[in-house]
């Protein structure tokens, strides 16, 4: 009787590690087959629904700004860069502080990009504005691209837009989400700056972001 014991315990061992073997092998599989349809889709990022990209021309020192707001009014722009499901990649300030290091030298940056992602919809309707914060001469053209990411990349808007000179605001895009659904894309203008006026710090000290370390305006 005794030495029956150490049998069934040695087969519900090595039961188990047949088991775990075969799990193991079943989610790096698994793995595998997630991985392959996402890169043939082109997919960007599996976690962001949408992407807004605001370029203007490559080693231009204007400073342009993207303010956008969703639905339950939370509205992402330079001093808030994190509003509802929105981020705001960084402030691209045209030429100022746009540097990268490459081979242990630093270069200027020519590529003047604000991105702005969404980690999840919600219905209702948002709003795209470009704002032109530093202007050094005469109409500066602003390309505003909006993609949906999910299931597939589709594009919601794509056109250029002229800001003409310090502080001017348009509206590049109005969309309203239903579900998967984009619907009513306009540009009718409404104003976002200053809707974030109260938003804006007191201090006149400049702040300094806490991942890039460039001075916030
Ligand atoms: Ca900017
Ligand atoms: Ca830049």
Redesign the pocket.
Known sequence: MFEDEPEPDFEIFSALLFNSLKAITFMFFMSFAMINPVAESGKVDPKAEMMITVTWPDANPD????YVADPAGNIVW?HRREAGLMHLDR???GMFRDVIELNGTTIENPLNQ?IISFRGLSDGEYTVNIVH?IANGGPLPVQVKVEKLNPKVSLVFYDTINLNGTGDERTAVRFTLEGQEVKDVNNRARELVMLTRADAPTSSAPNLDATSGEAVK
């Open positions: 400073d342009v700004d993207t330079y402030d691209d300030r604000e914060y």
